[in-house]
T-cell receptor, first 114, second 116 residues
Framework: SQKIEQNSEALNIQEGKTATLTCNYT??????LQWYRQDPGRGPVFLLL?????KEKRKERLKVTFDTTLKQSLFHITASQPADSATYLC?????????????FGSGTRLSIRP | EAQVTQNPRYLITVTGKKLTVTCSQN?????MSWYRQDPGLGLRQIYY???????DKGDVPEGYKVSRKEKRNFPLILESPSPNQTSLYFC???????????????FGPGTRLLVL
């Protein structure tokens, strides 16, 4: 079956460390993958998009990698801060054969302790 | 201000009573979508629309209807709500149709629905 999984439901790390979140998928050949941040009671907010022909994308303290062989994307937050605490979602566009659907992972709740 | 708005934000209803959740965007986006979010299941796409009068099913369309008569509006209709449709609903929009221009999705604030 087709699945998209995020490595853990919750991740707790010390301020200043690098947080690494994982998104794995099976049976898709996505044209691109996105990462979103969601705070409690709010809608997701887009962070980064990475395309199938890109290996890495950066935005300030954020970095996303995309390995289509491993079928995996890694999302890194360097020099993490308590304000980075939120749930992070990955989402992929499955590809031409699935029209315009978008599939989301269930999210990883990240907590940065001071 | 560029935004996606949803109404109502909170709704309590009873089984079988038809309801509509409105969604509107002011960014002239072509692509609009409805999601439901449930604990442990993440966001699941209900329906999406690539443009006016063009709609298609997402992963969980059963029990829902949509329409896209105008570019800015994409209402979600529950003809006969049931308790298993109790959820947090999000509307989203983005500039273009996949794959080349399907980039950032802008999400609305959410509608929390309770069906008794």
């Amino acid at each position: 079956s087709q699945k998209i999984e995020q490595n853990s439901e919750a991740l707790n790390i010390q301020e200043g460390k690098t947080a690494t979140l994982t998104c794995n998928y099976t049976n898709y050949s996505p044209a691109y993958l996105q990462w979103y941040r969601q705070d409690p009671g709010r809608g997701p907010v887009f962070l980064l998009l990475i395309r199938e022909n890109e290996k890495e994308k950066r935005k300030e303290r954020l970095k996303v990698t995309f390995d289509t062989t491993l079928k995996q994307s890694l999302f890194h937050i360097t020099a993490s801060q308590p304000a980075d605490s939120a749930t992070y979602l990955c989402a992929l566009f499955p590809g031409y054969s699935s029209a315009s659907k978008i599939i989301f992972g269930s999210g990883t709740r990240l907590s940065i302790r001071p | 201000e560029a935004q996606v708005t949803q109404n109502p934000r909170y709704l309590i209803t009873v089984t079988g009573k038809k309801l509509t959740v409105t969604c509107s965007q002011n960014m002239n986006h072509e692509y609009m979508s409805w999601y439901r979010q449930d604990p442990g299941l993440g966001l699941r796409q209900i329906y999406y629309s690539m443009n006016v009068e063009v709609t298609d099913k997402g992963d969980v369309p059963e029990g829902y209807k949509v329409s896209r008569k105008e570019k800015r509006n994409f209402p979600l209709i529950l003809e006969s709500p049931s308790p298993n449709q109790t959820s947090l609903y999000f509307c989203a929009s983005s500039f273009g149709s996949p794959p080349e221009r399907q980039e950032t999705q802008y999400f609305g604030p959410g509608t929390r629905l309770l069906v008794l």
